[in-house]
Every structure is written in structure tokens, then in C-alpha cells.
Nanobody, 124 residues
Framework: QVQLVESGGGLVQAGGSLRLSCAASGRTFSSYTMGWFRQAPGKEREFVAAIRRSSGYTSYADSVKGRFTISRDNAKNTVYLQMNSLKPEDTAIYYC?????????????????WGQGTQVTVSS
């Protein structure tokens, strides 16, 4: 069982920045591929970014490339999402997720555990 707890959401003006954190339980955090997804009202949950378990290779949705950065600190069992140049369309609940087994990273069914989410609101 893996527990994930997100923090760092809030209200920010367009052009501002936020850093989300996700703390994970478990002794084998370094073996998890970690991802961030988001869900806006009335929309499906969508992929934002992922960082792979062994290589640390990162992937991003086109809509956030160049603005968001995912990173991890295996010593702290934590994954981060640095969000810069925020836009109103980034407003959503942001979820972190852990992928224990599969190679794919961009769909929700590839992840085994989810956090409760943290709200990000970007005002224009």
C-alpha cells in the first residue's frame, strides 16, 4: 500500500508560480514512476508530467512544456511539480500518482495509487 499526500496548491495570479509537493509512504519510493495529473471542472483527468523510476527521464504534456518541471527527491520520498508562467487554463485539481509496474506514463490506468488532490486556481 502506498499513500500519497499532495500540498502546495492555492490561488495565484496569471504569470505567477507555484510548487506542488507529493509525499509518498513506502520504502521503495525510488522504484516508483511518479506522475502528475489534473482535472478541471467538467473535464476528464489529464496527464501533466511524469518522472521515471530508474532513469529519472521526464515527460510532459504539450500544454505545460517549458513552463512546468517535475523532479523527485528519493531521500525524502517526495516528488515536486514546479509550475511557472501559470495561465487561467491551468486551473484544476492536481493529483499525484504512483506507477509501480508499467512502462507507460500518460494514462490514468497506468497508475496504481493516487493522492487526494490539491486545488490550483489561476486568476486572470
Amino acid at each position: 500500500q502506498v499513500q500519497l499526500v499532495e500540498s502546495g496548491g492555492g490561488l495565484v495570479q496569471a504569470g505567477g508560480s507555484l510548487r506542488l509537493s507529493c509525499a509518498a509512504s513506502g520504502r521503495t519510493f525510488s522504484s516508483y514512476t511518479m506522475g502528475w495529473f489534473r482535472q478541471a471542472p467538467g473535464k476528464e483527468r489529464e496527464f501533466v508530467a511524469a518522472i521515471r523510476r530508474s532513469s529519472g527521464y521526464t515527460s510532459y504534456a504539450d500544454s505545460v512544456k517549458g513552463r512546468f518541471t517535475i523532479s523527485r527527491d528519493n531521500a525524502k520520498n517526495t516528488v515536486y511539480l514546479q509550475m511557472n508562467s501559470l495561465k487561467p487554463e491551468d486551473t484544476a485539481i492536481y493529483y499525484c500518482a504512483a506507477n509501480l509496474y508499467t512502462m507507460g506514463v500518460m494514462t490514468t490506468d497506468q497508475y496504481d495509487y493516487w493522492g487526494q488532490g490539491t486545488q490550483v486556481t489561476v486568476s486572470s
